[in-house]
Protein backbone atom coordinates (compact mmCIF):
# COMPACT_ATOMS: atom_id res chain seq x y z
CA UNK A 1 0.00 0.00 0.00
CA UNK A 2 1.37 2.96 -1.26
CA UNK A 3 1.83 6.13 1.16
CA UNK A 4 0.63 4.35 4.65
CA UNK A 5 0.85 7.25 7.38
CA UNK A 6 1.00 6.44 11.05
CA UNK A 7 0.75 9.94 13.45
CA UNK A 8 0.30 10.46 16.58
CA UNK A 9 1.42 12.57 20.17
CA UNK A 10 2.01 10.60 22.90
CA UNK A 11 3.60 10.90 26.61
CA UNK A 12 6.38 8.64 25.66
CA UNK A 13 7.57 8.12 22.23
CA UNK A 14 8.89 3.89 21.95
CA UNK A 15 11.83 4.79 19.15
CA UNK A 16 12.22 1.10 19.40
CA UNK A 17 8.82 1.03 17.08
CA UNK A 18 9.91 2.96 14.46
CA UNK A 19 11.70 1.33 11.88
CA UNK A 20 9.53 -1.72 11.99
CA UNK A 21 6.57 1.02 11.14
CA UNK A 22 8.43 2.05 7.80
CA UNK A 23 9.50 -0.97 6.90
CA UNK A 24 8.12 -1.93 3.04
CA UNK A 25 8.69 -4.48 0.99
CA UNK A 26 9.41 -2.25 -1.60
CA UNK A 27 11.86 0.11 0.29
CA UNK A 28 15.39 0.57 0.32
CA UNK A 29 15.51 2.87 2.38
CA UNK A 30 14.31 4.06 5.50
CA UNK A 31 15.16 6.92 6.75
CA UNK A 32 14.69 8.56 10.47
CA UNK A 33 15.44 11.77 12.74
CA UNK A 34 14.98 11.64 16.39
CA UNK A 35 14.84 14.88 18.56
CA UNK A 36 16.13 14.62 21.91
CA UNK A 37 16.22 16.90 25.04
CA UNK A 38 19.95 18.69 24.93
CA UNK A 39 21.37 19.57 27.96
CA UNK A 40 22.75 22.84 27.24
CA UNK A 41 21.10 26.02 25.27
CA UNK A 42 22.96 29.04 24.72
CA UNK A 43 25.31 27.92 27.39
CA UNK A 44 22.78 27.42 30.31
CA UNK A 45 22.29 24.61 31.59
CA UNK A 46 18.69 22.84 30.57
CA UNK A 47 16.86 20.69 33.52
CA UNK A 48 13.98 19.62 31.37
CA UNK A 49 11.64 20.76 28.78
CA UNK A 50 7.60 20.46 28.66
CA UNK A 51 5.66 20.68 25.59
CA UNK A 52 2.36 21.55 25.41
CA UNK A 53 -0.11 21.16 22.28
CA UNK A 54 -3.63 21.45 20.67
CA UNK A 55 -3.96 17.92 19.87
CA UNK A 56 -6.81 18.06 17.51
CA UNK A 57 -5.10 20.77 15.55
CA UNK A 58 -1.86 19.06 15.51
CA UNK A 59 -2.90 15.82 14.30
CA UNK A 60 -4.82 17.34 11.15
CA UNK A 61 -1.59 19.55 10.61
CA UNK A 62 1.02 16.51 11.15
CA UNK A 63 -0.91 14.41 8.78
CA UNK A 64 -0.91 17.18 6.19
CA UNK A 65 2.48 17.03 5.97
CA UNK A 66 2.88 13.69 5.76
CA UNK A 67 0.51 13.81 2.29
CA UNK A 68 2.75 16.16 1.48
CA UNK A 69 6.16 14.45 1.68
CA UNK A 70 4.48 11.24 0.51
CA UNK A 71 3.30 13.07 -2.96
CA UNK A 72 6.46 15.44 -3.28
CA UNK A 73 9.22 11.71 -2.70
CA UNK A 74 6.16 8.91 -3.73
CA UNK A 75 6.85 7.39 -0.32
CA UNK A 76 5.76 3.90 0.91
CA UNK A 77 5.07 5.02 4.90
CA UNK A 78 5.38 7.84 6.74
CA UNK A 79 5.71 8.67 10.69
CA UNK A 80 5.52 11.16 12.71
CA UNK A 81 5.75 11.40 16.82
CA UNK A 82 5.89 14.07 19.17
CA UNK A 83 5.76 13.92 23.04
CA UNK A 84 3.89 16.33 25.31
CA UNK A 85 4.54 16.71 29.04
CA UNK A 86 7.63 17.03 30.77
CA UNK A 87 10.76 15.62 29.10
CA UNK A 88 14.51 14.99 30.85
CA UNK A 89 17.48 15.88 28.76
CA UNK A 90 18.55 12.56 26.48
CA UNK A 91 14.55 11.92 26.08
CA UNK A 92 13.11 11.77 22.52
CA UNK A 93 10.73 14.21 21.95
CA UNK A 94 10.30 14.17 18.12
CA UNK A 95 10.62 11.23 15.80
CA UNK A 96 10.00 11.91 11.73
CA UNK A 97 10.25 9.17 9.62
CA UNK A 98 10.21 8.34 5.85
CA UNK A 99 10.53 4.99 3.96
CA UNK A 100 11.01 5.02 0.47
CA UNK A 101 12.36 2.89 -3.09
CA UNK A 102 15.33 5.10 -2.48
CA UNK A 103 17.59 6.33 -0.09
CA UNK A 104 17.56 10.15 -2.00
CA UNK A 105 13.70 10.33 -1.42
CA UNK A 106 13.55 9.53 2.29
CA UNK A 107 16.48 11.37 3.02
CA UNK A 108 14.97 14.51 1.65
CA UNK A 109 11.88 13.48 2.83
CA UNK A 110 12.85 13.05 5.88
CA UNK A 111 14.48 16.51 6.72
CA UNK A 112 10.94 18.28 5.05
CA UNK A 113 9.15 16.54 7.92
CA UNK A 114 10.80 17.85 10.85
CA UNK A 115 11.11 20.97 9.08
CA UNK A 116 7.76 21.58 8.52
CA UNK A 117 6.41 19.88 11.84
CA UNK A 118 8.43 22.50 13.63
CA UNK A 119 6.76 25.56 11.16
CA UNK A 120 3.28 24.78 11.51
CA UNK A 121 1.97 22.32 13.93
CA UNK A 122 0.48 23.73 17.11
CA UNK A 123 3.05 22.41 19.94
CA UNK A 124 4.84 24.61 22.07
CA UNK A 125 8.18 24.07 23.77
CA UNK A 126 9.03 25.69 27.53
CA UNK A 127 12.71 25.13 28.03
CA UNK A 128 13.41 24.84 32.24
CA UNK A 129 16.73 26.14 33.98
CA UNK A 130 17.87 26.00 37.41
CA UNK A 131 16.85 29.82 37.82
CA UNK A 132 13.93 30.49 35.16
CA UNK A 133 11.54 29.42 32.49
CA UNK A 134 10.93 30.16 29.28
CA UNK A 135 8.43 29.46 26.54
CA UNK A 136 10.29 29.38 23.00
CA UNK A 137 8.44 28.34 20.48
CA UNK A 138 5.44 30.81 19.29
CA UNK A 139 2.15 30.00 17.68
CA UNK A 140 2.61 28.44 14.56
Given at each position: ?K?N??????????T?A?????????S???C???????????N???????????????????????L???????????????????????????V???????????????????????????I???????N?????????
Amino acid sequence: MKGNISIEIFDVIDTSAVFAELSHPQSGGICVFVGAVREFTDNEEVLSLEFETYKVMALKEMNKIALEAIEKWNLNKVVIRHAVGPKNVEEPVVVVGASSAHRDACFKACRYLIDTLKERVPIWKKEIFKNKSVWVSAHP
